[in-house]
Each structure stands twice: as structure tokens, then as C-alpha cells.
Nanobody, 114 residues
Framework: QAQLVESGGGVVQPGESLTLSCTASGFDFRAYSMSWYRQAPGKERDFVATISLGGGVTDYANSVEGRFTISRDNAKNTVYLQMNNVQPTDTAVYYC???????WGQGTQVTVSS
């Protein structure tokens, strides 16, 4: 059974950094691109970033471009989201996603507050 487990969320202050991890199991991780989404309170779930199978191609939402970096380690079945210079508007539950089969993790909360 396919499973995605996110970790690394927490409470941080504006301007700080945070790294989220998502570990996959139950499917061939290397065969799929991977994405991160986020959902702020009262809002729809929005795209954040995506990375290709081998990690050579990435894409970002305009709101995080230049601040967030998505990467993956296929040997560890893990995708990461490095978040730099976080802002209160980055507060959300962050979800890992496998496009295609549409696997989703349970989410990890990120709160940016001074």
C-alpha cells in the first residue's frame, strides 16, 4: 500500500529556515515526479513545488520562487522542501503528493509567527 509520510513542520519566526521531508513507501518512488502542496486555514490547497523523476527539473509557485528549494534522494525514497526566509503567509499545512496516482501524505503543519 502506497504511503507518504511528511515530517519537519513546526513553529518558526519570520526570516528563519525550515526543511520538510516526505518519505515514500509501497510504490516505486523513482518512477514518479513528486510535488509539495500547502493549505492555509480557510483556503484551497495550492501547488508549491514539483520535481522530476531524476531531480533534474523543478518548478515552483511564484510565491515561493527563490526562497524554497525542492530536492529528492531516490536512494532514501525521500523528497525534501527547503524553506528559507519564511514569512507569515507561508503558514499552512504542507502536503507531499505523487502526481498521477495522486498519493497524498497526512500533512505537516508549518506556522510562521513572531
Amino acid at each position: 500500500q502506497a504511503q507518504l509520510v511528511e515530517s519537519g513542520g513546526g513553529v518558526v519566526q519570520p526570516g528563519e529556515s525550515l526543511t520538510l521531508s516526505c518519505t515514500a513507501s509501497g510504490f516505486d518512488f523513482r518512477a514518479y515526479s513528486m510535488s509539495w502542496y500547502r493549505q492555509a486555514p480557510g483556503k484551497e490547497r495550492d501547488f508549491v513545488a514539483t520535481i522530476s523523476l531524476g531531480g533534474g527539473v523543478t518548478d515552483y509557485a511564484n510565491s515561493v520562487e527563490g526562497r524554497f528549494t525542492i530536492s529528492r534522494d531516490n536512494a532514501k525514497n525521500t523528497v525534501y522542501l527547503q524553506m528559507n526566509n519564511v514569512q507569515p503567509t507561508d503558514t499552512a499545512v504542507y502536503y507531499c503528493n505523487t502526481p498521477g496516482p495522486e498519493y497524498w501524505g497526512q500533512g505537516t503543519q508549518v506556522t510562521v509567527s513572531s
